[in-house]
């Protein structure tokens, strides 16, 4: 079951854009939202404004891209709503195959955003990647909200492999940011920003903000460079505490 805008092979032109004004809105089983460009032109951007709660789960996707023929920007995600979960393998992400620039994912979550990654087949994550021979740039991501829980291997993850730069990745939260666990691959739960082996370009840097910050059990923020190009930095600034635990 899906939602798609897209410029096909071959044509050019723009992408319409899809939005989404409810109470609350369910993404499961495979289901997926998406915008992309594979011809000449620019993918369209995402809206969803659910006051209640978003939940995503059993591989379910929302996904803004340029493909490999693609000649273009990628839109942007914007998502408003009370909680967000991600479950199941369930992921969040803009991914630039072709030339381009990839789209920003923006995320205000007046309560609490929730990813967790038990699933074998794939983790439950939000993430921008500028891919294997792909040229231009990763987009950004962002979000806001009241308590973040990142647990069992999801991740929150900007990455370069191409030519190009990786985004960068901003938290903010009112309340309490966790990383926890481990998925069934012994993958951490973790904030990530890294350059590939095959990239020239420089990865993201990663800011967080809140009240208090837990790294537990294998939790992790982590700026990685295996490439031609510098990683990015890690910025805390958290009012009360920083626990490093396990």
């Known amino acids: 079951s899906r939602a798609i805008n897209s410029v096909q092979p071959g044509a050019e032109g723009n992408a319409g854009g899809i ?3 409810t109470g609350s809105l369910f993404v499961t089983d495979g289901a997926f939202l ?6 000449v032109g620019n993918a369209g951007d995402i809206s969803i404004d659910a006051r209640n709660i978003i ?4 591989v379910a996707d929302i996904s803004n891209n340029v493909f490999n023929t693609g000649r273009g920007k990628a839109g942007n995600t914007f998502i408003q709503t009370g909680s967000l979960f991600l479950t199941n393998g369930s992921q969040i992400t803009a991914d630039v195959l072709g030339k381009g620039e990839g789209g920003s994912i923006i995320i205000n979550a007046r309560d609490a955003v929730k990813l967790d990654g ?6 439950s994550a939000i993430g921008n990647s500028l891919l294997n021979n792909a040229e231009g740039k990763a ?3 962002q979000i806001t909200t009241g308590s973040l829980l990142v647990s069992n291997g999801a991740n929150i993850a900007t990455s370069t492999a191409g030519i190009g730069d990786a985004g960068n990745i901003t938290i903010n939260a009112r309340d309490t940011i966790t990383f926890e ?3 069934k691959q012994f993958l951490s739960s973790e904030a990530r920003s890294t350059v590939s082996t095959t990239a020239t370009g ?4 990663i800011r967080i903000t809140g009240r208090e910050l837990f790294l537990k059990n294998g939790g992790q923020i982590n700026a990685s460079s295996f490439g031609a190009g510098g990683s990015g930095n890690i910025f805390v600034d958290v009012k009360d505490a920083v626990n490093i635990d396990g």
């Open 202 to 205: 420089n990865g993201g840097s």
């Open 55 to 58: 939940s995503m789960d059993g």
């Open 34 to 39: 998406g915008s992309s460009t594979n011809g």
């Open 19 to 21: 939005k989404i004004t």
């Open 181 to 183: 666990g481990f998925d």
């Open 118 to 123: 038990k699933i074998d087949s794939a983790a």
């Open 139 to 141: 987009g950004n991501i």
